[in-house]
Antibody, heavy 122, light 107 residues
Framework: QVRLVESGGGVVQPGRSLRLSCAAS????????MHWVRQAPGKGLEWVAV?????????YYADSVKGRFTISRDNSKSTSYLQMNSLRAEDTAVYYC??????????????WGRGTLVTVSS | DIQMTQSPSSLSASVGDRVTITCRAS??????LNWYQQKPGKAPNLLIY???SLQSAVPSRFRGSGSGTDFTLTISSLQPEDFATYYC?????????FGQGAKVEIK
């Protein structure tokens, strides 16, 4: 079964850290770029970060998280990670991982996990 | 960053109605435009990619059109399971950006 499963969310105080995981199954994980997208309560979708499919050396971040969040991957475990440091109240959201699919140069998010909720509160 | 603006932000419609949602990009994005459907408490689901290509297993009542800066998602005959929020997303440049969403509610 092709799927993504996020874990690691929870309640954390401002300024603390949290690491999210996204476990993939049912497909060749190493062949796909992986993204993190978040959604604050009652709000729209916001892209967070992407790591490309190869050795994971190419990574890009939203300005809102640059310098605080780090995306990584372990192809041997078919897992992507999002290390979140210096968390702020505005980082409170459901965090989704999503697979990058390229179709003749047009890419899209073709597979999503169910999400994990991160709440930043004192 | 490219700004994506959807209209309307919400609409009320009845089963069987034809529904149209528009998405405007702040600059030319060619056909690098995707549409997603999201139901409450669920992850988004891809409907349309590359502006007009129907994702596998998505009903044919969903149609995407447009290029450049103006795009449209049309639902030809609204079904009960279509009441949801719809998002457009540009894949022309990084960072990818989403519209604010269009909520389709039951009239």
């Amino acid at each position: 079964q092709v799927r993504l499963v996020e874990s690691g969310g929870g309640v954390v105080q401002p300024g603390r850290s949290l690491r999210l995981s996204c476990a993939a199954s049912g497909f060749s994980f190493s062949g796909y770029g992986m993204h993190w997208v978040r959604q604050a309560p009652g709000k729209g979708l916001e892209w967070v970060a992407v790591i490309w499919y190869d050795d994971g050396s190419k990574k890009y971040y939203a300005d809102s998280v640059k310098g605080r969040f780090t995306i990584s991957r372990d192809n041997s475990k078919s897992t992507s990670y999002l290390q979140m440091n210096s968390l702020r109240a505005e980082d409170t959201a459901v965090y989704y991982c999503a697979r990058h699919y390229d179709s003749s140069g047009h890419w899209h998010f073709d597979l999503w996990g169910r999400g994990t909720l991160v709440t930043v509160s004192s | 960053d490219i700004q994506m603006t959807q209209s309307p932000s919400s609409l009320s419609a009845s089963v069987g109605d034809r529904v149209t949602i528009t998405c405007r990009a702040s600059q030319n994005i060619s056909s690098y435009l995707n549409w997603y459907q999201q139901k409450p408490g669920k992850a988004p689901n891809l409907l349309i990619y590359a502006a007009s290509s129907l994702q596998s297993a998505v009903p044919s009542r969903f149609r995407g059109s447009g290029s450049g800066t103006d795009f449209t998602l049309t639902i030809s005959s609204l079904q009960p399971e279509d009441f949801a929020t719809y998002y457009c997303q540009q894949s022309y440049t990084t960072p990818p950006t989403f519209g604010q969403g269009a909520k389709v509610e039951i009239k």
